[in-house]
């Protein structure tokens, strides 16, 4: 056991997990490098790109900012525990081609699953606001975010009885 390690524990996507680890050391790199979920991406390392968003008690963080003390007693949501949700799967699956690097994608992803959560039938401006602390290199947002709009719009028409 390195110096100065501990043993942290928190709830991920509804597990319980222990990793041990010094006290400073990221939630991005215990999710990355200690549990191998890979869907949350390493960005700015600042905060400010967005690509290593995840749910901590219901509420977006970035994950590059969030050191490991402050995880007992916390649930944690990434990409890998929102696969199970068909909205988001879906979601996923028709925003994939509007990508255009991937930079962006994963927190893009989990800030609209967040919203969605919240908000079943948003505005273009909620759409807008909730990537508004997204990054994205290449361009492609608002693609992205048509793409979302198109999917959200066949999902209400489905839920409502009607086909699109």
Same mark, same amino acid.
């Given at each position: 056991?390195?110096?100065? @390690? #501990?043993?942290?524990?928190?709830?991920?996507?509804?597990?319980?997990?222990?990793?041990?680890?010094?006290?400073?050391? #990221?939630?991005?790199?215990?999710?990355?490098?200690?549990?191998?979920?890979?869907?949350?991406?390493?960005?700015?390392?600042?905060?400010?790109?967005?690509?290593?968003?995840?749910?901590?008690?219901?509420?977006?963080?970035?994950?590059?900012?969030?050191?490991?003390?402050?995880?007992?007693?916390?649930?944690?949501?990434?990409?890998?525990?929102? @696969?199970?949700?068909?909205?988001?799967?879906?979601?996923?699956?028709?925003?994939?081609?509007?990508?255009? /690097?991937?930079?962006?994608?994963?927190?893009?992803?989990?800030?609209?699953?967040?919203?969605?959560?919240?908000?079943?039938?948003?505005?273009?401006?909620?759409?807008?606001?909730?990537?508004?602390?997204? @990054?994205?290199? /290449?361009?492609?947002?608002?693609?992205?975010?048509?793409?979302? #709009?198109?999917?959200?719009?066949?999902?209400?028409?489905?839920?409502?009885?009607?086909? @699109?």
């Amino acid at each position: 056991m390195p110096a100065g @390690s #501990r043993k942290i524990s928190f709830i991920l996507n509804g597990r319980e997990v222990t990793v041990q680890c010094a006290p400073t050391r #990221r939630l991005l790199d215990i999710l990355r490098q200690d549990l191998r979920l890979t869907l949350t991406r390493e960005g700015c390392g600042k905060g400010e790109c967005g690509a290593c968003l995840v749910l901590m008690d219901g509420n977006l963080i970035n994950a590059c900012l969030v050191p490991a003390f402050r995880l007992p007693n916390t649930h944690v949501v990434t990409l890998e525990g929102l @696969s199970t949700d068909k909205d988001l799967t879906a979601l996923s699956e028709n925003l994939d081609a509007s990508f255009s /690097c991937g930079y962006c994608s994963s927190g893009v992803l989990i800030a609209l699953a967040a919203l969605l959560q919240q908000n079943e039938s948003p505005t273009d401006e909620d759409l807008r606001r909730a990537v508004s602390g997204n @990054s994205c290199p /290449c361009g492609t947002l608002p693609a992205v975010l048509e793409a979302a #709009r198109e999917v959200i719009d066949k999902r209400r028409k489905k839920r409502h009885g009607r086909k @699109s």
